[in-house]
């Protein structure tokens, strides 16, 4: 079993950054992909970033990328997702999580087994 903190959250304007961590505890955390999602009200949850349990391969939604990064610190147990020139379009509650389905892609919900709680961000204009 795996457990997920997220931590990070928070109310900024655009433009601003924010740096999202994610803390696992339980099982052997470097045995795992992990992977960043979000929810927006009255959408569906969808792909933000994930990191492959070597740390060597990146993956990003292009809603994102260029300005999202993903990475990890297996001894820390903790992958953290570093947030800048947000824009109100990426307000949601991100979750992260935890997953070693090797025949299913990182992007897809799927992947994942084990989910942390979500952490708010609200980004205003």
């Known amino acids: 079993q795996v457990q997920l903190v997220e931590s990070g959250g928070g109310l900024v304007q655009a433009g601003d950054s924010l740096r999202l961590s994610c803390t696992a505890s339980?099982?052997?955390?470097?045995?795992?992909?992990m992977g960043w999602f979000r929810q927006a009200p009255g959408k569906e949850r969808e792909f933000v970033s994930a990191?492959?349990?070597?740390?060597?391969?990146?993956y990003y939604a292009d809603s994102v990328k260029g300005r999202f990064t993903v990475s990890r610190d297996n001894a820390k147990n903790t992958v953290v997702l570093q947030m800048n020139s947000l824009k109100p379009e990426d307000t949601a509650v991100y979750y992260c999580?935890?997953?070693?389905?090797?025949?299913?892609?990182?992007?897809?919900?799927?992947?994942?087994?084990?989910w942390g709680q979500g952490t708010q961000v609200t980004v205003s204009s």
């Open positions: 990191i492959h349990r070597s740390g060597d391969n990146t």
């Open positions: 339980g099982r052997t955390f470097l045995t795992y992909d």
């Open positions: 999580a935890a997953g070693d389905k090797r025949w299913i892609s990182m992007i897809f919900q799927s992947h994942y087994d084990y």
